[in-house]
Every structure is written in structure tokens, then in C-alpha cells.
């Protein structure tokens, strides 16, 4: 299998922190540059985006969320996501981590538009997303889970983008509890491997 990523993609950070936790071996992680347009990356994910995997019979597997349950479908015994169990509120977490990412990755986009193209508006609303995001994360006990769930991994991944690209946006006032569940959990080996430098 290929994994097209990019190293600083914070939705393709999620997907490698889940393959050295769950330990899945064959997989050859090749950086790339969506921007790029490379002939490869353009054959198996028409969109260009990534994180994209290719299977070993030629197909693809593209949106992180997808490969996400399908490693933790076939490698995890679905242990991430849980099996069969149709649990409404840890699905909404997800999804509001998700838009989340989706907010910080936008709000960088916005950050590298040319001086007066930048928009006060989306630049506001997608800071007042994220500030609210953290506020019900903080409170909704997604980080005292007793066992690792993808929502821990992809809060983790989130927090370490903000730092990353956001060093401005002081998120641990708003979400101490957070903060202090994030300096231990950043020291796994996963977390450490894969971080963007």
C-alpha cells in the first residue's frame, strides 16, 4: 500500500499516528505536495487531495476519515471507532473535531492570502469556531476516555496544528484540562514520529 501525505496536514497526520498505533506494517508513506499535481496522486485521487492510500490491487482509498475506519476496520478490530455501536454523541465529537480541523486549516488559508484579500470576516469566524469547539471539548469528557478512541487522536492532531501553524491562538487558556491531557499524550511515539517540522 502508498499513503500520499503531506507533512504539515493535519487531517494526514491523523491517519499516520493511527497506522503506528495500530502497529500496520507494508505501507510506504510518500510526502507529497497536492499543488504539485502529480501524475500519480492525480490517478488515484482524481480531487488531488490528500491523505489518498492505494491499495495493492491499483484502487484508492481517499478522505481521511475513510482510510481512519478502514485501518481501524481491518487492522484495529474496530477499536477506534467501535463496532457495531451507534453511539450519537461520540460520532458528534468526532464530527465537531473534524470541522474543527476544518476551520484551523481554513484559517490558514485566509492567513496566506495577500495583504487586503484577507477577510476580518472568515478570519473571525473560523478563530470564534475553534474558540467554541475547545469550550465543548473541554467539557465533554472526549479525554477521559478509558481506552484510545479516534477522537483523542484527532483532538491530539488538532491541538499540535494550532501550535503549529497558530502559535498566536492561546487555546490552552480556553481549554486547560485539554492542555494537560495533550502534554502527556504528545509524548507517545506516534504523536513524536509524525510531527510537522
Given at each position: 500500500m502508498?499513503l500520499f501525505y ?6 494526514a ?13 507494508g ?10 499535481n ?8 482524481p ?23 478502514f ?26 473535531i473534524?470541522?474543527?480541523l476544518d476551520?484551523?486549516v481554513a ?15 472568515w478570519t ?7 474558540f467554541?469547539?475547545l ?7 472526549v ?10 487522536i484527532s ?6 496544528y ?5 502559535p ?9 484540562a485539554?492542555?494537560?491531557w495533550l ?5 507517545e511515539?506516534?504523536m513524536?514520529s509524525?510531527?510537522?517540522?
Open positions: 502508498k503531506s507533512d504539515a496536514s493535519p487531517y497526520r491523523c491517519v499516520r499516528v493511527v497506522i503506528r498505533y495500530l502497529e500496520i506494517d505501507i510506504d508513506e510518500l510526502k507529497t505536495d497536492p499543488f504539485d502529480s501524475e500519480a496522486l492525480l490517478q488515484a485521487n480531487l488531488g487531495k490528500i491523505p489518498c492510500l492505494q491499495l495493492n490491487d491499483g484502487s484508492a482509498i481517499y478522505d481521511s476519515e475513510v482510510i481512519l475506519r485501518f481501524d476496520f481491518e487492522f484495529g478490530r474496530s477499536q477506534l471507532f467501535g463496532a457495531g455501536v451507534h453511539d450519537w454523541r461520540n460520532e458528534s465529537h468526532f464530527s465537531l473534524k470541522g474543527m476551520s484551523a484559517l490558514r488559508q485566509e492567513q496566506l492570502r495577500e495583504e487586503g484579500k484577507r477577510s476580518l470576516f473571525a469566524r473560523h478563530e470564534q469556531a475553534l467554541r469547539g469550550k465543548q471539548l473541554e467539557r465533554s469528557g479525554i477521559s476516555r478509558p481506552r484510545l478512541v479516534i477522537q483523542q483532538l491530539a492532531c488538532l491541538l499540535e494550532l501550535d503549529f501553524r497558530h498566536d491562538i492561546s487555546w490552552r487558556k480556553l481549554a486547560p485539554i492542555s494537560s502534554s502527556d499524550f504528545e509524548t511515539p506516534a513524536q509524525t510531527r510537522p517540522s
